[in-house]
């Protein structure tokens, strides 16, 4: 399962570092702004097609996002449970 938190916090870097708005990526990837909001904000976590169309337009490798997300997660629960 993909840590959303992280994955907001990933796609909310990337924009940023691509030089885009809210508005500009929601205009890209067909949703509204405050969908790309919750995003970010670890609210939703969106669809593949979602997801997918998102990290075309931030130029995110989906295989290094879905690592990192899983790592994070993997790490939050050890540390948070003790395994």
């Known amino acids: 399962m993909v840590n959303r938190m992280v994955l907001g916090k990933i796609i909310k870097e990337r924009r940023k570092e691509n030089k885009l708005t809210q ?11 405050s969908y790309i909001a919750d995003v970010e904000q670890g609210r939703y976590n969106p669809s593949l097609e979602t997801f997918v169309s998102i990290a075309n337009v931030l130029h995110i490798n989906l295989n290094v996002l879905l690592s990192k997300t899983e790592i994070q997660d ?10």
């Open 23 to 33: 508005n500009q990526l929601a205009e890209k990837v067909y949703l509204s702004r």
């Open 74 to 83: 993997k790490w939050r629960k050890e540390t948070c449970y003790g395994y």
